[in-house]
């Protein structure tokens, strides 16, 4: 029923699009060409993947304060030994605006909780926005049942994980769509608060409508606030706690955090040196508290890529743009475990004592090459040592390489 009523709710998009005549129109395509191996030296070739996205696009003015914007995607990929064609829906949106400050946009858009950590994507819905003088006040709500699983990388219950790692069969439609799962977000942004202090707050649910018996359903209350001083420095902290009810256990809390500062030297280039450290619990035998639980998966790492619950992530970056053509970013991550009883979202290492919790560390660096404003080279590669930790100190390291090369045609 959800899915029959989003395919009604696209075509009557785009009817609403072809209806109105477009003054202004633009296009172009976009091509991503990906190339990626994890685990270089082991010599499975396996562990290579390839993905060739082609992305045309679409956008146009509909009315004075009203435009239109769409894509889509048509990626064919090579993964795990396998061929496939991806299509998708990508963003895909109408934006409407008033002189009183109100901006509402509805069709597949995107939305990001004030952290980052809890809900990142394109989402299928509406969102309002209203300027109130002291802040912007916003409200949306979503479904994620018809995204493509891998972009939308929601692995929340047992039964979204095994969903997500079958591979996708064009005979079998059910092998393509995302875990059905309704989000609804409520926020308040003010951009300049005391004449500097930027600070964000939501209110957020996702509603599990899959018909499983995992039934997996919370809520989270976020902020984050941002903190500028003397155009040198931008110090960063946030924190959310999250209520979670299962079929198995009452209503469970848990808690996410993060400290961070960034220093931008006076340098002769355009430099920036950050500090940032992340923390989410785990299960506690004999508590309340439980695992946090985010509705996307965002990974914390470029070689481990370990979703943020029941873990500890500390991690430097420094980013240089030494001339207009080319930036180099080097990053150093450290990731600890914050729970004996957590270790479905640890896909590697494999945790060989329950009561150690130091997972190791890693280095990561890539360079871009920015050869026109149409076209970009991006070189990355780094290592992963749980020899620096002492949950799977025998293990060998895990290397990963990738090179990406995006251009726009037209």
Do not use: C
């Amino acid at each position: 029923m959800m899915k029959k009523f989003a395919e009604i709710f696209f075509a009557a998009l785009l009817v609403l699009a072809l209806a109105f005549p477009l003054p202004a129109v633009d296009f172009g395509l976009l091509t991503t060409q990906s190339v990626s191996l994890d685990d270089a030296f082991s010599g499975d070739m396996s562990k290579l993947s390839w993905s060739g996205a082609f992305t045309p696009w679409f956008s146009g003015m509909l009315i004075e304060n009203g435009d239109l914007y769409m894509s889509i995607g048509i990626t064919p990929k090579y993964e795990n030994d396998d061929f496939v064609l991806i299509p998708e829906l990508l963003r895909t949106e109408v934006a409407l605006r008033s002189d009183r400050g109100t901006d509402l946009r509805f069709g597949r858009i995107s939305y990001v909780d004030p952290l980052g950590l809890i809900a990142v994507g394109l989402f299928d819905g509406f969102q309002v926005s209203q300027d109130i003088g002291e802040g912007i006040l916003s409200a949306g709500a979503w479904y994620t049942g018809l995204q493509y699983k891998k972009r939308a990388n929601i692995t929340v219950s047992p039964s979204d994980r095994i969903g997500y790692f079958i591979a996708f069969d064009k005979t079998s439609m059910d092998t393509y769509f995302a875990p059905q799962r309704m989000l609804a977000a409520v926020g308040w942004e003010h951009p300049a608060l005391a004449g500097a202090m930027q600070l964000h707050v939501a209110a957020i649910g996702q509603f599990d409508v899959n018909g499983e018996n995992d039934t997996y359903n919370s809520e989270y209350f976020v902020g984050k606030i941002s903190v500028p001083f003397r155009n040198l420095f931008v110090f960063d902290a946030g924190a959310g706690v999250e209520f979670l009810q299962t079929p198995d256990e009452d209503t469970t809390l848990a808690l996410v955090g993060e400290l961070g500062v960034s220093w931008m030297p006076p340098t002769n280039f355009q430099d920036r040196l950050s500090l940032i450290g992340r923390f989410s619990t785990g299960d506690v035998d004999d508590s309340p508290l439980g695992a946090f639980m985010p509705l996307t998966t965002v990974s914390q790492g470029n070689v481990l890529q370990a979703k943020l619950s029941a873990l500890a992530h500390l991690r430097a970056d420094y980013t240089a743009r030494l001339h207009e053509m080319f930036s180099v970013n080097t990053a150093l991550a450290y990731f600890l475990r914050t729970s004996r009883n957590e270790n479905e979202n640890l896909t590697w290492p494999e945790v060989t004592d329950e009561d150690m919790y130091v997972l190791g560390g890693e280095v990561f660096m890539s360079l871009l090459f920015s050869l026109t404003s149409d076209i970009g080279i991006n070189l990355g590669g780094g290592v992963f040592l749980p020899q620096m930790g002492n949950v799977a100190p025998r293990e060998r390291e895990q290397w990963r390489f990738e090179m990406g090369i995006t251009a726009a045609l037209f």
